[in-house]
């Protein structure tokens, strides 16, 4: 029985098993497998750019130089539709793929939930613009704020766990190389 917890962390848990270390992953190897987490970090990078110009606008209750409110409205807009589309190509199309063997990216796992969570505030989001682009409601950037506040942790958590998730390090746990590159990205 001593040998019994021989091949298991030290984590309280006797059934979790010990992960055994990985070979060193050559230069291209790294490549292939890091190319998900690199294209994912480029469109993430263009969603926290936007996010923080918005953002900005809102902590200091003045919109960027040089930009009308309608910009600023349509670039909040452009926001809340690309990152819809987004989310919806990778649970479409590249969540279903990586579920196969990875199973945060299976249905109500942590990814998923957290789309959720994103949407709901995109939701309201989109409805304040909506309102201020019809001349409803005066564009108020404190209420903006408040709007955004009220998702922004989830976003940024999702935006750079996704990425981690997708990373060499962790993706050559659960594929190939030859599955690497049959990838939909």
């Known amino acids: 029985m001593a040998d019994a917890d021989a091949t298991t962390k030290d984590t309280g848990d006797v059934n979790t098993p010990e992960e055994k270390p990985l070979p060193k992953l050559t230069p291209a190897e790294f490549r292939v497998y890091n190319n998900m987490a690199e294209h994912m970090d480029y469109y993430h990078n263009h969603f ?11 902590e200091t209750n003045k919109r960027p130089s040089g930009m009308s409110i309608r910009q600023f409205l349509a670039t909040a807009e452009q926001f809340c539709h690309q990152l819809t589309f987004h989310h919806t190509i990778e649970e479409q199309s590249i969540f279903p793929v990586l579920a196969k063997k990875m199973p945060i990216f299976q249905d109500e796992q942590e990814l998923l939930e957290q789309h959720k969570g994103i949407h709901e505030g995109l939701e309201v989001l989109e409805e304040y613009i909506a309102e201020c682009r019809s001349g409803e409601k005066e564009l108020q950037l404190k209420e903006m ?8 942790k989830v976003l940024w958590a999702h935006l750079d766990n996704e ?3 997708l990373g060499a390090e962790n993706m050559r746990k659960y594929w ?5 590159k049959r990838m939909p990205m």
């Not at 926290?48 to 809102?58: D, L, P, S």
């Not at 704020?145 to 922004?152: C, E, H, N, S, W």
């Not at 190939?176 to 690497?180: D, K």
């Open 48 to 58: 926290r750019h936007t996010w923080n110009v918005m953002y900005k606008a809102c």
């Open 163 to 165: 990425v981690k998730q």
């Open 176 to 180: 190939t190389l030859a599955e690497m």
């Open 145 to 152: 704020k408040r709007i955004m506040d009220g998702f922004g």
